[in-house]
């Protein structure tokens, strides 16, 4: 739209020009093109805290104590001083204005564990209209736990399980849930996913998704569990028609298990028209893996809309290591309504991969009301991800002459994994590493918007995830004018680690639009280094 850098006269277009239909607010953010944080507070003198993460409404910085048990929330507030020199710029900011209270006011600080339970410093999600956050707590995980009827082993147990509904403008504990001798994945929030009103928390010991309502009034509300049962007169049913003669000391499968097979078997049999060859096609297809299938459990789960659910299903190992690219995965799209799987993927499947490149945005599962998450990049609604996707998608598809470094016995495997098809679908799995789609785990900061900035993504990205630290400021290149630097963020101190040896990772909290941004640098056996940048 603009035909100029300069800000007054692209205020001066905007004023006679209309844009395009659809693009208003894709036009005006291109005016963070002229607004970028300028200037850099290093070290800056705050409270010793973990920080989280700021709500997409910009109102709300969320923190924890470091005793892990308390909660504390700053409300965002622009830097204002006075000076009385005649020479005054940001350049010599005043000491005062150099605190971090200078930016932020704190609303409160409530404590949510008790002596025995922790705050998952991980775990922080939010209600659409910013009214409700969502925290848990926990106490120690135990690798030990005596097995339960239910249970599935391999899989640790914690004793106790606590998630906190929160008002956000006062810090008053509305409800909670709690899980007892269960185990739910609170790294990063995996274990839940919050769309809209509903909210599911998936119990990988049990194998129960519990699905609830989180109520205006302030608390949870059951609406179903699936796993052992789909329906809620399942139960009811199957005990009013049991033997117990019959069924005494047997084990059936989960009703969502049992969906699951269903769907295969159906799946294989319509894949083969010919009678004669179809019993072939199933031993071969199906019953030869029947015990593979049995074995899957579920890993993750996210919402798509209201009434269906994407589920990954893979070994126990993969829903207890960290490292899990190389494990073999399967997806299943769930109806809550039918309770029936109405599709199902490997995580190797082309059909999948192509849903994932051109229809990303759909497993964000965002709410059209979110103006400023609907504005997140991806390679489904921006064409420099896109190209970016298929970069790499090239390099791994390409075929290199190399030398395996393998054994014998393992020759056919590495060859295999070294031609054109095998690559591409190591690529294929490594992409589908990021289904379920991780909630709110992106930043929706117009600075990682690709169409306005380019910047390396291997230190920095929307993505919520600590980084290894770098000596070197990270460059936020205009994309409209390829060598042209519009700032730097650096975190860590201003003349660089004491120690180049020691390691050290880095987190960056964007402000959802305004030009501001915290660093976080930490390193081993030193003090957490916090950087404040903005526009000076």
Known sequence: MFRSNNVAARVFERQILTPRPGTSVNAARQFYENLCPSYTIYDIDCPDHSFRKFTDDGQYLVSFGQNHQDLIVYRPTWLSFSCKEEDCDSDNLPQKARRFDSFFSQLYCVSLASSNEFICKDFFLYMESHKFGLFATSTAQSHEAPDSEGAIHGVPSIEKITFYLVRLEDGVVLDEKSFHNDFVNLAH?????????????????????????????????????????????????????????????????????????????????????????????????????????????????????????????????GGVSRVSDQNLAFFAVYNMETTEIISFYQNSSEELYSLFEYYYDHFHANSRSSLHENFISSHSNNIHALDQLWNIKTKASSFSQGKLLVMPSDTASAIYSMTSEGKLNEFVKKMMTSLPYTCQSQSPSPYFDLSLFRYDEKLISATDRHRHSTEHPIKFISRRQPNVLKFKIKPGPETGGLDGRAKRISSFLFHPFLPFALSIQQTYMHPTVVNIHFRG
């Not at 995996?190 to 699905?211: K, N, P, W």
């Not at 009703?255 to 159906?266: H, P």
């Open 189 to 317: 929030s995996m274990g839940a996913f919050l769309y809209e009103d509903l909210l599911c928390i998936v119990s990988l010991r049990y194998q129960t998704i519990h699905i609830l309502q989180i109520r205006d009034s302030g608390n949870f509300v059951e609406v179903r569990n699936i796993g052992t049962f789909c329906r809620e007169d399942d139960e009811l049913f199957l005990h009013s028609h049991a033997q117990p003669q019959v069924t005494h000391g047997i084990s059936f499968l989960t009703g969502i298990k049992q969906r699951l097979l269903s769907f295969i078997f159906r799946k294989t049999w319509n894949e083969e028209a010919d009678q004669t060859l179809r019993v072939q096609h199933l031993k071969k297809k199906f019953y030869f893996h029947f015990q593979d299938y049995i074995d899957l459990i579920i890993l993750k789960v996210q919402f798509l809309d209201r009434h269906h659910l994407l589920l990954k299903f893979g070994s126990v190992d």
